[in-house]
């Protein structure tokens, strides 16, 4: 059974930094190419970032980019993501996804349960 | 980046009824375009994917179809499990993907 399980999240003030994690079981990590997205409360769904199976193509949306790091340990079967600059409008859960990849692209197909940020003073 | 509109933003339907929603693209994405089913508390969940292929488990209710720009989901006959917010999201400009701004389906 494939369970993405994210933690880290926090209340953090506004400038400051977080790190998140998300580790993989049930699965052979290495194979898949993996993402975080983000909804703030009451919104819609935002892609973040997304990190190639050995970690060698990284991605980001406009509105993280170099703000967040995404990053992978395979011998860990985790994924981290890196939060700094943290403003109001970063304020989500967090969601850890699998990318199901064929033909080179493809959706989500599995999602953990999400980590909260909240960013305030 | 490619944006996807997503309409109505809201409806209301009863049990038993068919639905469509509508995702138009801001161009071409082939068939990259996935549709997710999202309820209160809960991660989304994977529907359909090339725009017209049903993810293993999905009930036969649901079918999408489209190549663009416009894209639908159609659900028939609405059970009281599908009440929920819908997603579209395009996967064309992979690794750069966007979702719609969703469609939430209430109880008339």
């Known amino acids: 059974e494939v369970q993405l399980v994210e933690s880290g999240g926090n209340l953090v003030q506004p400038g400051g930094s977080l790190r998140l994690s998300c580790v993989a079981s049930?699965?052979?990590?290495?194979?898949?190419?993996m993402s975080w997205v983000r909804q703030a409360p009451g919104k819609g769904l935002e892609w973040v970032a997304s990190?190639?199976?050995?970690?060698?193509?990284?991605a980001y949306a406009d509105s993280v980019g170099g703000r967040f790091t995404i990053s992978r340990d395979n011998a860990k079967n985790s994924m981290d993501l890196q939060m700094t600059s943290l403003g109001a409008e970063d304020t989500a859960v967090y969601y850890c996804?699998?990318?199901?990849?064929?033909?080179?692209?493809?959706?989500?197909?599995?999602w953990g349960q999400g980590t909260w940020v909240t960013v305030s003073s | 980046a490619i944006d996807l509109t997503q309409s109505p933003s809201s409806l209301s339907a009863s049990v038993g009824d068919s639905v469509t929603i509508t995702c138009r693209a801001s161009?071409?994405?082939?068939?990259?375009l996935a549709w997710y089913q999202q309820k209160p508390g809960k991660p989304p969940k994977l529907l359909i994917y090339?725009?017209?292929i049903l993810e293993n488990g999905v009930p036969s209710r649901f079918s999408g179809s489209g190549s663009g720009p416009d894209f639908t989901l159609t659900i028939n006959s609405l059970q009281p499990e599908d009440f929920a917010t819908y997603y579209c999201?395009?996967?064309?400009?992979?690794?750069?993907?966007?979702f719609g701004g969703g469609t939430k389906v209430e109880v008339k």
């Open positions: 090339g725009a017209s």
């Open positions: 996804a699998r990318v199901y990849y064929y033909d080179a692209s493809g959706p989500f197909d599995f």
């Open positions: 049930g699965i052979t990590f290495s194979n898949y190419w």
């Open positions: 990190v190639k199976g050995d970690g060698s193509v990284k």
């Open positions: 999201q395009q996967f064309n400009s992979f690794p750069q993907v966007t």
């Open positions: 161009r071409g994405i082939a068939s990259g």
